[in-house]
């Protein structure tokens, strides 16, 4: 355990001006964006304006399109039939030439060069699918209500042999991970009930005394993870905050506050060079330098977005919503990344601590002692806070059980590891 030590940043944060963006266009609602064979491709749900079932005037089928990310022009595209297709959460291999996708009650098998289907490689309920690198096993998120734990299946497509996995309660996405410790398993994130802070994500870990299972709460309604080394980073989009988990210990090693309230949450992220960018229904990208935790700038976006996703120094984000609505957008915006000309200063710097780690009995908090302190678990249960010292802001912690809090003064929010 590392002894007692603060990190005390002065974070001046505005708007990040990005001079080269361009556009690709796609048809309406983009909402997943995936790299593959030399192309990006962006998968739009359906839009069904009244949400009836019904294709009326004005809505649309899911589309899938293939785009060259130097000229941003259309190779290919195809439009799905009048179904419900899973766009947001769906596996690819580029090794076996393959994209799995849940459409109604079915995962289907389509070819990548030509998006041509292969047929059905599964029939059953389906939420989400994700595939082994080399496609030869697939993923099934399956969920026998909104209030109770899923499963995910785990489906070999040679031996049509399958294993399952329990899950929490709205099982989305699941990935296949190997850490640089050489360990590997299966990452799978659960929503949780609605409105409570029940999200989840499980790691199961492969070893020869068999698969164990880890879950760690991550809080409210979690949309997305994306992995960057031995890193995972959570989205959070009902508790407003980035859960960062390490693989190799399977525990949740800090939390970074995105700052967004109500629905404007966020929605997916990614991390490049040093920075973590967030996609937010607040209509913008927040960019934390990952060392600090620190909000460094913004991406001021005209639309809601959804996906986000790198490739090379080029940002790509969905236009999925409109600004302050959520009748469907259109197109992707593409940032280059070196273009960056600087942030724009507000008048006023904000010092903020990354995370404060506790092994004494008693810590001394960068906050304001003389107001009212609130301290929470990860998965936003409050808990009661000993004030020791209010002059100093110091609290007692020896009777925390270890784990991450949040702790705040109604102002300022910091995270404390013990």
């Known amino acids: 355990m590392r002894g007692l030590l603060l990190f005390v940043v002065v974070s001046v944060f505005g708007t990040l001006s990005l001079s080269a963006q361009r556009v690709a266009q796609t048809p309406y609602a983009p909402v997943n964006i995936v790299k593959a064979k030399g192309l990006v491709h962006v998968f739009c749900n359906r839009v069904d304006a009244n949400f009836n079932g019904v294709q009326d005037d004005g809505d649309a089928v899911a589309s899938w399109v293939q785009v060259d990310p130097t000229t941003l022009q259309v190779v290919r595209t195809m439009s799905f039939p009048w179904a419900n297709v899973k766009a947001s959460r769906l596996g690819i291999s580029e090794a076996s030439n393959t994209v799995y996708i849940g459409i109604d009650n079915a995962v289907e098998r389509f070819s990548i060069d030509s998006q041509v289907s292969k047929g059905v490689v599964y029939s059953g309920a389906t939420v989400a699918v994700s595939s082994t690198l080399g496609g030869g096993a697939i993923y099934v998120s399956k969920r026998p209500s909104y209030v109770d734990p899923g499963t995910v299946t785990q489906i070999d497509l040679k031996k049509g042999d399958s294993l399952v996995y329990d899950t929490g309660t709205n099982p989305q996405q699941s990935l296949r991970f190997a850490t640089s410790t050489k360990s590997q398993g299966l990452l799978i994130l659960s929503e949780g009930n609605f409105g409570k802070p029940d999200g989840l994500l499980d790691i199961w870990k492969q070893s020869v005394l068999g698969t164990g299972r880890t879950s760690i709460s991550v809080g409210d309604t979690p949309n997305h993870f994306f992995v960057h080394g031995d890193s995972v980073y959570v989205t959070v989009n009902g508790s407003h905050w980035i859960v960062v988990v390490d693989l190799v210990t399977t525990a949740a090693v800090d939390t970074i506050l995105v700052g967004t309230t109500g629905f404007n949450g966020p929605r997916?992220?990614?991390?490049?060079?040093?920075?973590?960018?967030?996609?937010?229904?607040?209509?913008?990208?927040?960019?934390?330098?990952?060392?600090?935790?620190?909000?460094?700038?913004?991406?001021?976006?005209?639309?809601?977005?959804?996906?986000?996703?790198?490739?090379?120094?080029?940002?790509?984000?969905?236009?999925?919503?409109?600004?302050?609505?959520?009748?469907?957008?259109?197109?992707?915006?593409?940032?280059?990344?070196?273009?960056?000309?600087?942030?724009?200063?507000?008048?006023?710097?904000?010092?903020?601590?990354?995370?404060?780690?506790?092994?004494?009995?008693?810590?001394?908090l960068p906050l304001e002692g003389s107001r009212t302190l609130t301290i929470s678990t990860i998965d936003g249960r409050r808990t009661g806070v000993q004030t020791v010292d209010s002059g100093s802001c110091t609290i007692d912690v020896s009777s925390l059980p270890h784990g991450v809090y949040v702790v705040s003064d109604g102002l300022t929010a910091i995270t404390l590891m013990r």
């Open 268 to 364: 997916e992220s990614v991390v490049d060079n040093g920075r973590l960018y967030v996609s937010t229904f607040a209509g913008d990208i927040r960019v934390f330098d990952v060392a600090t935790g620190v909000r460094i700038g913004s991406i001021i976006l005209d639309a809601k977005p959804e996906g986000i996703a790198l490739n090379g120094r080029d940002l790509w984000v969905t236009r999925a919503f409109v600004s302050g609505g959520y009748a469907a957008e259109r197109n992707v915006a593409v940032y280059d990344l070196d273009q960056s000309v600087g942030v724009h200063e507000e008048p006023f710097a904000l010092k903020t601590p990354k995370a404060i780690y506790a092994t004494s009995p008693r810590v001394s």
